[in-house]
């Protein structure tokens, strides 16, 4: 009774250790996307369509690794996404404005994803 008491003790720890290093992990990932996704609101803001662009792809990479991971607690991340592809579409056309309000709706999705 002991044996199988303390096996299950055990097992349950390793099991938590185990998720919440999932957790962390894409919480990280949000976390990348949400500062990169600001950098390149910034640089919208200040017309800056080439950095908008570096940022945002960084940021899409990060949104689209976060979703992967947790895709049933990430349909704002998946909105998220859209908007990122779309900033990118317009800051390489050069519209930095019309990117930065695509980089504005992918972090308020961002901050609603819950990570």
């Not at 044996?3 to 992990?25: D, E, F, G, I, N």
């Not at 990060?62 to 991971?69: G, I, P, T, V």
């Not at 592809?85 to 930065?100: C, N, P, R, S, Y």
């Amino acid at each position: 009774m002991m044996k199988t008491l303390t096996s299950l003790v055990a097992a349950s720890a390793l099991a938590l250790c185990m998720s919440a290093q999932v957790y962390a992990k894409d919480a990280g990932h949000t976390s990348e996307a949400m500062e990169h996704a600001g950098k390149a609101h910034a640089h919208g803001e200040d017309g800056h369509a080439k950095e908008l662009l570096k940022h945002a792809k960084k940021s899409l990479d990060h949104a689209k690794h976060a979703s992967k991971e947790h895709a049933e607690a990430h349909q704002h991340m998946d909105e998220a996404i859209k908007h990122l592809e779309e900033a990118i579409k317009h800051a390489e056309m050069g519209h930095a404005d019309v990117a930065t309000g695509h980089m504005d709706e992918a972090i308020k999705h961002m901050q609603k994803s819950g990570h």
